[in-house]
């Protein structure tokens, strides 16, 4: 089993949708999630860190359940400029000495269209 | 701030060949990080460095893989010989000591490698 897995998608949805990202990952010990973006040909960056509360940031919201070892994103009212890969990441190891040990999921595929 | 900076951004070489990949990262980052992405297997931590000195190289694949940081503004990714299979992009990212459960990496914009 993968560490994290997400739905790869495609999704392809109409400017003005409401769409929801999954994950689930397999370490109970996982401290820390994040949602990146990736646009095509480019570098990850950070959406958004995903806190045990759920957070928001304007139309998108995180929420993490430790019970499921579960993750989600959604995005409010999409926007063009909203196509692009979306990574689950998790940080695999609870401290110590190995900090920064991101896992990528393998992404999952949104494209907006009008 | 510049970012992370990578070079050469494009690389394209025969099997057999030695390959340097190169990554500056933010001044003042204690992190360095190298990554690997291919289609099949998406973004894949070969190895990190913490002031320095290597922690965690457990994901680099086989020895023909070596990393170095000689300094905080400095890191390389040699492969040598290269086979095709290692036709990915390389990413270096680079991030501050972690502050509570914050520790963001940021990425450099890759380097496009083809062994052909």
């Known amino acids: 089993r993968k560490e994290v897995e997400q739905d790869p998608g495609p999704f392809n949805v109409p400017e003005g949708a409401t769409v929801a990202f999954n994950c689930t990952y397999s370490?109970?010990?996982?401290?820390?999630f994040f949602w990146y973006r990736q646009d095509c040909r480019k570098e990850p960056k950070l959406l958004m860190s995903v806190y045990s509360s759920g957070n928001e940031d304007g139309r998108f919201t995180a929420q993490l359940n430790r019970a499921s070892q579960y993750i989600s994103l959604l995005i409010r009212d999409s926007k063009l400029s909203d196509s692009a890969t979306y990574l689950c990441v998790v940080n695999s190891d609870a401290g110590g000495t190995s900090y920064g040990k991101l896992t990528f999921g393998q992404g999952t595929i949104l494209t907006v269209h009008p | 701030d510049a970012g992370v900076i990578q070079s050469p951004r494009h690389e394209v070489t025969e099997m057999g060949q030695e390959v340097t990949l190169r990554c500056k990262p933010i001044s003042g980052h204690d992190y360095l990080f190298w990554y690997r992405q291919t289609m099949m297997r998406g973004l894949e931590l070969l190895i990190y460095f913490n002031n320095n000195v290597p922690i965690d190289d457990s994901g680099m694949p086989e020895d023909r893989f070596s990393a170095k940081m000689p300094n905080a503004s400095f890191s390389t990714l040699k492969i040598q010989p290269s086979e095709p299979r290692d036709s990915a992009v390389y990413f270096c990212?680079?991030?501050?000591?972690?502050?509570?459960?914050?520790?963001?990496?940021?990425f450099g914009p890759g380097t496009r490698l083809t062994v052909t």
């Open positions: 370490n109970s010990a996982s401290q820390s």
């Open positions: 990212a680079s991030s501050l000591e972690p502050s509570g459960r914050f520790d963001e990496q940021y």
